[in-house]
């Protein structure tokens, strides 16, 4: 280890002591930016960087663990990424299930696809499948898997399943539109049950959220990381989580 990994590690070991362990955030969500970048600037293909991505996500739920979050979302492909070129979905595609088998295959969370999975090939909503039905009784950390997640997408989804459900029970549309709420909608999200995410991490320094939990994000705080993704440390997360706990969370009020 260099002086510069033993000076980042001896930092670590500092930001963790001086966390206000009161104030951890109970859900975080995570869009995994920068895999592509990475890879461009290494000179290498964006299977490269989309493999050391999903190399360091293990990792990242092992310092979450660690801390006491709760729930863990992460963005691994948008609805709009499907319209990239089909060799690299073709590769994305294979590295997102390997990923997911390695995750269930370690028995120590509990995974949990989001994401219209009808839009992914039906070899890859097979494995994210898979893997949810593997681990349905781990009891550890939930990691919610978005994959062909579009937040907007997944509102006209919660919409359809309540017009459905319904219409099974025979509610008329005018009946419906007057009693629908919020928590209508809440109980059809693929989210539906958690608690919605405190803290959203994006990483490799852009700043949007680009529809990433859509609806569940209302009230929650961001930080925008400039380090990209494959680059992403335990001191940068360190770092999100002090800047959380030092917000005032006011949720509206």
């Known amino acids: 280890m ?23 955030p109970r859900h ?30 293990a990792e990242f739920l092992d310092w979450c663990g660690d801390v006491g979050v709760e729930v863990v979302t992460l963005w691994l492909l948008s609805t709009d990424n499907l319209e990239r070129p089909s060799a690299e979905l073709d590769q994305l595609f294979n590295i997102i299930g390997d990923t997911v088998d390695d995750l269930a295959a370690t028995g120590r969370w509990r995974l949990h696809p989001v994401g219209a999975l009808d839009l992914l090939p039906d070899a890859t909503a097979r494995r994210l499948k898979d893997a949810a039905d593997r681990t349905a009784d781990v009891d550890g950390l939930l990691v919610n898997v978005a994959v062909g997640y579009g937040g907007r997408r997944e509102i006209i989804d919660a919409v359809r399943s309540v017009l ?8 008329s549309i005018e009946a419906l539109a007057e009693t629908l709420d919020l928590q209508h909608i809440a109980e059809h999200l693929y989210t539906r049950g958690q608690p919605d995410p405190d803290l959203v991490i994006r990483t490799s320094g852009e700043q949007r959220l680009s529809g990433f939990l859509l609806w569940q994000s209302a009230h929650s705080e961001f930080y925008f990381c400039e380090a990209l993704w494959p680059d ?8 999100a989580l002090r800047a959380y706990a030092q917000r005032e969370r006011r949720l509206g009020r």
């Open 2 to 24: 260099g002086l510069v990994d033993l000076a980042y590690a001896a930092y670590a070991r500092r930001l963790a002591r001086r966390l206000d362990t009161t104030r951890t």
């Open 28 to 57: 975080v969500g995570v869009i995994l930016d920068g895999n592509r970048r990475w890879a461009r600037q290494a000179g290498a293909d964006p299977s490269h960087g989309h493999r050391r991505g999903a190399g360091k996500i």
């Open 164 to 171: 459905a459900q319904h219409a099974r029970l025979g509610t």
């Open 232 to 239: 992403f440390r335990r001191v940068d997360f360190l770092r």
